[in-house]
């Protein structure tokens, strides 16, 4: 996926928490937009733990390897036409 693909993730008003794919099968969360960092070859998603506001770790992934991001409350990622009734 490209590192722009991510960044809209990121910078969309108002901010829809997603997860992220890994082509590995890995998963990640990225609750809070200061969660995550978008360079040209990486993306970092810190972890924090449940509870927890301030992360102990953090997961480096190459965005060719990022396969799909999907909204965590289930709402598709992309805005659907209104439809008239």
Do not use: W
């Not at 722009?4 to 990121?10: A, F, R, S, V, Y």
Request: charged share 25%; net charge positive.
């Amino acid at each position: 996926m490209s590192p722009e693909t991510i960044q809209k993730h990121l910078l969309s008003h108002p901010f829809q928490p997603f997860r992220v794919f890994l082509s590995d099968g890995a998963a990640y969360d990225v609750r809070q937009p200061e969660m995550a960092l978008v360079m040209r070859r990486e993306v970092v998603i810190a972890l924090p733990k449940p509870g927890e506001e301030i992360a102990r770790h953090a997961v480096y992934c190459d965005p060719l390897h990022i396969t799909r991001i999907e909204p965590i409350n289930g709402r598709s990622a992309k805005p659907r036409p209104k439809t008239q009734r």
